[in-house]
């Protein structure tokens, strides 16, 4: 019969350890270049709130080594309104998970227990972003923050990159999304979009990355942030689609003219 | 053709290693800017009576997929075929002139070519320019000499005839595979063929510079068989 920790007690552990028994040695390395990363993210709005995309890829240089890395994430408990996704860097999105989950643990414990915005948390991460980029050590990482605001009843979605550029928008997406995606979220994206719709959307979008996007699977997470809380999908597979008869037809033959 | 001593000098020996990633040459790094590559994964087996060679499909430009269903099967002769990897465009110009000179030497002999003479007129091409060419190359097919056979022919220029062959990017992470499967025992056609889509799979299961679809032809004697299995077909992965 041993005392075993629970999640909030490591979590207090952890709050202890930071505050009075930080170490004193300071670490002379800084992040030069990402060694474990996440591709793209993708955001828009929806009628009854908001929604993030991505895959669950951790990519290590050329290697698809962590297939089902988590990469978006509720900040808070179940009745929470902040989902993040992160892309880059996975440790420094994981590093980032910690903090804003302790800032919200801190909140809750406090004398008079609090609960920041999405738009609050966004804002965080801007300044926490642009400081590591002022120190030339930047958390590497393109985030997207989604939620809920229940008090004005409106959604919100913005972004914040490694070098601490942050703005909103209805439609966002992070990486490779942005080139390939965006243009097609644009086109399509309508403010009273249904949820069934909305992920459609989505999944089209992360297709074509999985096509196209050499770091991207098909392996993916879809999350959404409306009125009634937040959710997390658990990781599925999207179909697609390699039989148009221009794919099937060879172009190696000696009648060929030697393309590919 | 001129004999070209011309060998790395130390600065470029030395960038060589330092983009060594577990032991194995950087594909992406030594692509100029721009310049269209195929991350790829390449694999022949000769079999008794013949032989299959696979390739998977994704042609990439840094990280974007260029070609998502792009063909590396390219054919030499009747009976010889070769996968190519490395940048899309030496290796085209590799095939065009092995083809013409094969067909030249076809017409001299009076008699369709072996597979060891494609294979070393490869080898003769990268070997001779190998500072200016980023090509790795399996050649691969049937004659009525040697019967099927394959041949490896890597960055450098070597020549080396294999009982099974492996190239490309993602053929790294599928050695141990090959390995054990290879090790029970030699192989049959359906075997072959079925070796290939699985090790193939399990490549681009796992490098982020293959994928795609898995094209595969089986040399006889009496002629090809082409067949390709779709991206949603594969047998593991993706």
Redesign the interface.
């Known amino acids: 019969m041993g005392l075993y920790p629970t999640p909030l007690s490591s979590l207090l552990l952890l709050l202890f350890l930071q505050t009075f028994l930080t170490p004193v040695v300071m670490s002379n390395s800084r992040t030069t270049r990402p060694i474990t990363t996440g591709t793209s993210v993708l955001g828009l709005k929806y009628r009854d709130g908001v929604m993030l995309a991505a895959d669950t890829l951790c990519?290590y240089?050329?290697?698809?080594?962590y297939k089902d890395a988590r990469r978006l994430v509720s900040i808070g408990d179940a009745s929470s309104n902040c989902l993040i996704g992160g892309g880059g860097e996975f440790s420094d999105f994981q590093f980032i998970v910690e903090l804003l989950q302790k800032n919200a643990l801190e909140d809750r414990m406090s004398g008079e227990p609090t609960e920041s915005s999405a738009k609050a948390v966004w804002s965080y991460l801007r300044a926490v972003m642009y400081q590591r980029r002022n120190k030339m050590n930047p958390l590497w990482n393109d985030i997207l923050v989604a939620g809920y605001d229940k008090d004005e009843e409106k959604a919100f979605l913005g972004t914040v990159d490694k070098i601490g550029t942050a703005f909103e928008d209805d439609v966002l997406a992070t990486g490779?999304g942005s080139y390939l995606c965006l243009p097609i979220l644009r086109e399509k994206w309508r403010a009273d979009l249904e949820e069934g719709e909305a992920r459609a959307l989505l999944e089209d979008c992360l297709r074509v990355l999985f096509?196209?996007?050499?770091?991207a699977?098909?392996r993916v997470q879809i999350a959404k942030a409306t009125a009634d809380g937040v959710l997390v999908s658990e990781p599925y597979e999207i179909?697609?689609?390699?039989?148009s008869a221009?794919?099937?037809s060879?172009?190696?033959?000696?009648e060929?003219d030697?393309?590919? | 053709s001129t004999h070209n001593i011309h060998t790395n000098t130390p600065k470029t020996m030395m960038q060589h290693q330092h983009q060594h990633?577990a032991g194995h040459p950087n594909y992406?790094s030594q692509l100029k800017p721009g310049e269209v590559g195929t991350?790829t994964t390449i694999m022949a087996i000769p079999f008794d009576g013949g032989v299959v060679l696979g390739a998977d499909s994704?042609?990439?430009t840094?990280?974007?997929?260029a070609?998502?269903?792009?063909?590396?099967?390219?054919?030499l002769?009747?009976n010889i075929?070769c996968l190519r990897s490395g940048s899309?465009s030496d290796c085209?110009a590799l095939?065009?002139y092995v083809?013409h000179y094969l067909s030249q030497h076809a017409i001299d002999v009076g008699r369709p070519p072996m597979v060891k003479t494609a294979a070393y007129l490869m080898k003769r091409l990268v070997y001779e320019n190998k500072d200016k060419l980023l090509a790795g190359v399996i050649v691969g097919g049937w004659d009525p000499v040697e019967k099927g056979s394959v041949y490896n022919v890597p960055l450098g220029g070597a020549c080396l005839k294999m009982p099974v062959a492996i190239g490309g990017?993602g053929s790294p992470?599928i050695y141990g595979l090959v390995d054990s499967e290879m090790a029970k025992g030699p192989k049959d056609k359906a075997e072959a063929l079925a070796l290939v889509k699985k090790a193939v799979s399990h490549a681009m299961?796992?490098?982020?510079?293959s994928?795609?679809?898995i094209?595969t032809v089986v040399v006889t004697s009496t002629g090809n068989e082409?067949e390709?299995t779709?991206?949603?077909d594969l047998p593991y992965g993706?």
Request: hydrophobic share 25%; net charge positive; proline share 1%.
């Open positions: 990519s240089g050329s290697l698809a080594k490779f096509y196209r996007d050499c770091r699977l098909n179909e697609t689609s390699w039989d221009a794919f099937v060879t172009k190696g033959g000696l060929g030697g393309g590919w | 990633h992406e991350g994704r042609v990439s840094g990280v974007y997929v070609n998502r269903v792009c063909d590396k099967i390219a054919q002769h009747d075929w899309a085209q095939t065009d083809k990017s992470f299961s796992r490098d982020g510079s994928g795609g679809i094209r082409y390709y779709s991206g949603s993706p």
